[in-house]
Each structure stands twice: as C-alpha cells, then as structure tokens.
C-alpha cells in the first residue's frame, strides 16, 4: 500500500533585480541533507552549487537562474531557508571585549537587502565611449574563487566576466560576441581613472546587510557589528 504524500506551502518571493514574482516551495529534507553536506565541506564552489540547485527544484515557473545576479540568489535563498526551517538564525559572535563566544539570535525578515540602482550599470568614461555592466552571478564568483577576488588577477576577470556591451556614439557592441582577449584588450587600453569608474562598480553591489547588537552574557560588554553577505548568517 502507497504511504501518503503530505502537500507542501507554497509562497511568493520577488526577483530584486528585475522585480518579477516567483512561487517557492519549502526545500525537503533530501534536498536539506545536500545542503548541509556542501556547508561542512567549506568548499565555495560545492555551496554555490548546492545552493543554486536549491532553489531550482523549489521554485516554480521557467526562471533562468543562471542569469540572476549574485544579490538575488542570496535573498532568495534567505527567503527560501525561512519558509523551510523558520524566520530566526543562530549565530555565534566574539565579544570584542572579553572575546567570549556568544550565541545571538535574528530574524530572516530583519535583514535587508541595500539599495539596487538600475542606472549603476551604465558608466561613462569619456564623452562619446562607455559601457553597461552586469552584475556578477554566483556561478562567476565560484568560478573565480573567493580568496582571488581581491587580487588584481581575480578583480580583471569579474570585470571582463561582467562588461555586457561597449558603446560609442555609432555603435553598440555585444560582449557575449567578442572574445574575452578582445575585451581584456579594451580594458588594458583604459586610463587609470577610467579604469577605477569601471571598478566602483563592483561597491556598489546590493548585498545583503543587517546591524548586529547585542550585550555579551560573560562581561556585559555592548557589541555592535555589520554582518554583509550570505555567508555572515551562517557561521
């Protein structure tokens, strides 16, 4: 005889980038027990993955996740993780005082997402020449690693990986249909000062941030701190 299939919620979420609405469902505990696999083996690229695939099987509707910006994967998979297991996260802080670990505790639907401005993406760097950027992907940080980022190798790549067109007043050229040499070239052929416009970009990336406080239960000492990206509500 069949055992019986419990039917699962579903719920809402919004794209922050593009603001278009989605229907998700809690993730199960067979896709829990990946998930929780990937976290113990600290690996960025396992993470990245298993997270991506997450949020594939537990969305529903034709969403290309692979376009989707870093910021969304994270905010959606924070959404998703709330609608799974609950809306409060333990973490465990050092007091800057004492350094006594601490367990605090928040709300999913506390942290916010900073502001996403579409017109970022557009950088001019002379007066008849510039470039649209977009932002980077999940699969593109992985790729990159995430101890290369700051390394000026790592920053030219995630800059080549994310030029979406190159404009002049006659022209406007697609990057997906150039080789990265040719855009690498384009880059190498850039002023100091250009160069820096096309890389402010990358600071003004939404992400992920809510401000910690808390009083340490050892030496009562008050903690205040910023957490910022996903990977700071899971430590």
């Known amino acids: 005889m069949a055992l019986p299939k419990i039917d699962v919620p579903r719920y809402p979420v919004t794209i922050p980038s593009t603001g278009e609405e989605y229907i998700m469902r809690p993730y199960l505990v067979k896709e829990e027990k990946v998930l929780l696999l990937a976290l113990e083996s600290q690996d960025p690229k396992q993470i990245a993955m298993a997270i991506r695939n997450l949020i594939t099987s537990c969305i529903e509707g034709n969403l290309d996740i692979d376009v989707l910006a870093s910021f969304d994967i994270e905010k959606?998979?924070?959404?998703?993780?709330?609608?799974?297991?609950?809306?409060?996260?333990?973490?465990?802080?050092?007091?800057?005082?004492c350094e006594h670990v601490n367990e605090v505790g928040l709300k999913t639907s506390d942290v916010n997402l900073t502001d996403y401005n579409p017109e970022a993406n557009t950088i001019r760097l002379t007066e008849s020449v510039g470039v649209t950027m977009r932002y980077p992907t999940a699969e593109l940080l992985a790729e990159i690693g995430v101890e290369e980022i700051d390394s000026i190798t790592g920053l030219m790549s995630l800059i080549v990986g994310c030029v979406n067109t190159i404009f002049d007043e006659e022209n406007v050229y697609d990057v997906k249909k150039e080789s990265?040499?040719?855009?690498?070239?384009?880059?190498?052929?850039?002023?100091?000062?250009?160069?820096?416009?096309?890389a402010a970009f990358f600071g003004d990336i939404p992400k992920l941030e809510y401000n910690l406080s808390y009083e340490c239960e050892k030496c009562n000492h008050e903690n205040e701190t910023v957490l910022r990206g996903l990977a700071s509500f899971f430590t």
């Open 76 to 97: 959606l998979f924070l959404e998703l993780r709330a609608i799974s297991v609950g809306d409060e996260i333990k973490l465990t802080s050092q007091c800057s005082e």
């Open 180 to 198: 990265n040499e040719e855009v690498q070239d384009f880059l190498d052929s850039l002023t100091s000062d250009q160069f820096q416009k096309v």
